[in-house]
């Protein structure tokens, strides 16, 4: 978020910015029917165990809170992303993630990072 703000206020010079040499690798959880009709208000479980693993982050897009619940608002609603030392790893992680996170008619690719993984090999 800082170095977002930095660069609106012309800043970016002004603050340190890092970064890592890991590789990410993020899977898309989307609601069944997507990019046509899709339901929503299905709870989403599993978000926190998903988000304690070591690299990983899930970014919520098609989510809300409804009752002290999240549950999906949207058709692309998550992207449970990982970091790795490299593509193989950073993919693993992501599935595992993945595995941890539950909502009534979800589906993600299973195909996610294996072209960049045939041209590493």
Not at 81 to 95: F, H, N
């Given at each position: 978020l800082?170095i977002?703000?930095?660069?609106?206020?012309?800043?970016?010079?002004?603050?340190?910015?890092?970064?890592?040499?890991?590789?990410?690798?993020?899977?898309?959880?989307?609601?069944?029917?997507?990019?046509?009709?899709?339901?929503?208000?299905?709870?989403?479980?599993?978000?926190?165990?998903?988000?304690?693993?070591?690299?990983?982050?899930?970014?919520?897009?098609?989510?809300?809170?409804?009752?002290?619940?999240?549950?999906?608002?949207?058709?692309?609603?998550?992207?449970?992303t990982?970091?790795?030392?490299?593509?193989?790893?950073?993919?693993?992680?992501?599935?595992?993630?993945?595995?941890?996170?539950?909502?009534?008619k979800?589906?993600?690719?299973?195909?996610?990072?294996?072209?960049?993984?045939?041209?590493?090999?």
């Amino acid at each position: 978020l800082e170095i977002m703000f930095a660069c609106i206020d012309g800043k970016l010079d002004e603050i340190e910015v890092t970064s890592t040499p890991q590789t990410a690798c993020g899977v898309v959880m989307a609601a069944e029917g997507y990019p046509g009709s899709y339901p929503k208000g299905m709870e989403i479980t599993g978000l926190d165990e998903a988000d304690a693993m070591e690299g990983v982050k899930v970014f919520q897009a098609g989510t809300q809170v409804e009752d002290g619940r999240i549950v999906t608002s949207g058709g692309r609603v998550l992207c449970v992303t990982a970091l790795g030392d490299d593509l193989s790893e950073a993919r693993k992680k992501a599935y595992e993630a993945v595995d941890k996170v539950h909502f009534d008619k979800s589906f993600y690719r299973r195909d996610i990072a294996d072209k960049g993984l045939k041209r590493t090999k």
